[in-house]
């Protein structure tokens, strides 16, 4: 058992999660290689959801799933830390232990053994600095984010019951890539949901949400069709949107913009650019991208170390050299996962390393609870519920992914029943 092949995955996100548990339904199953998983938190949860989190209109425990329970159905094993840096001499990586009952504790410093390491650490919001963002601004990279979102509006509308007269609330969402987009679609679902269940001093009429984006149209890295109709829709919805608007400065209650105007918000969320995680920007001895993002070849190993692979969002790869760089977009982690299980299969066997090609399958952006819009393969322009039904259908891909189709079609049915007989929006 321990001359196997380690081969260990730091990040348990949505591509890291994909690839654990195909590795160790195959590999980990018949002993032809030990499959470790590491990530700091304890559960994980589709980061493509974390907007409804955040707007109140999806219980997160509901679609959480523990990695130590999901690890010993897979055949793999989970170490709860965080990745800290890499000993490529010694093939170590380097882990703070999590100190969850005492956080005031030092932290203790673990190393764990590889012979291959594969990175899928994500990416996280990138403020480019500009002045105010990272003290008045909500992100919504995290769990932890989205649910400190969700309590801050919720208070909100709680405090707003103790006053007698009415009032406003202005809502700014810098940024109009799909997060932005598919937040402030959320939020006006939610303002109509609040306002039905008795918290009524802040009328749906008085929620004023602003969608804010240097570019000049809405949904930049998408084409100009799905804009849009993405246009259109929040028109419908009253949303207001600025394009061609630079922020410039944001303090407690106001966003300032490089041409001298100014809005004012008492909720903001930044939502505009990211980079890879502060602990990439710490490595030395890779080669990255302005973002930080590691460097790889179309193996997906990176350009410094043939042991070491990254894909997703912390990944700068460009298959060949007359494509784009890949974006940050859930279907290229998806199939950067499925790609690196016969990868590593044929790592493990000494054979050559194959080369991952992308196959654009289109997009699609999520507009309230049965609205959507998107664009497959290219050309073929979809709509309202079908485009809702085909958006939903990706979550119930993920989670057939991670957890089989029997148990993905258990979870289905689950949810069915709890979201016609729960509350629309979570008031706790």
Known sequence: MSNLHKIVIVGGGAGGLELATQLGNTLGKSNKAKITLVDQKLTHIWKPLLHEIAAGTLNPHAEETNYFAHASKHHYEFVLGSFTGIDQTAKQITLEAAQLSRPDQIQKSLRLDYDTLIIAVGSTSNDFNTEGVKQHCHFLDSRK?????????????????????????????????????????????????????????????????????????????????????????????????????????????????????????????????????????????????????????????????????????????????????????????????????????????????????????GSLVSLSHNKAVGELLGQVNVQGFIAKSMYISLYRLHQAAIHGYTHAGLLTAKDFVTRKTGPKIKLH
């Open 145 to 361: 984010q989205a649910d400190v979102f969700q309590q801050d509006l919720l208070h909100l509308y709680l405090e707003a019951q103790n006053h007698e007269t009415t009032r406003a609330l202005n809502i700014a969402i810098i940024g109009a890539g799909a997060t932005g987009i598919e937040l402030a679609a959320e939020l006006y679902q939610a303002k109509q949901t609040f306002f039905k269940y008795g918290l009524n001093k802040i009328d749906p009429k008085n929620v004023n949400i602003t969608v804010i984006e240097a570019a000049d149209r809405v949904l930049p890295a998408l084409s100009d069709t799905i804009a849009k109709h993405t246009s259109h829709q929040l028109e419908q919805f009253g949303i207001k949107v600025l394009t061609k608007h630079r922020v410039a400065k944001v303090d407690e209650d106001t966003v300032y913009f490089a041409d001298g105007t100014s809005i004012e918000a008492e909720l903001k969320v930044w939502a505009a650019g990211i980079k890879a995680p502060a602990v990439l920007e710490q490595l030395s001895g890779f080669e990255k991208d302005n973002i930080q993002r590691l460097k790889v070849y179309a193996t997906l190993q990176t350009l410094s170390d043939p042991n070491v692979f990254a894909f997703g969002d912390c990944a700068h790869c460009q298959p060949t050299a007359d494509e784009p760089v890949l974006g940050p977009r859930a279907q290229v982690a998806s199939q950067q996962a499925s790609f690196l299980v016969d990868a590593m299969k044929a790592r493990v066997q000494g054979k050559p390393q194959p080369m991952f090609k992308f196959s654009d399958k």
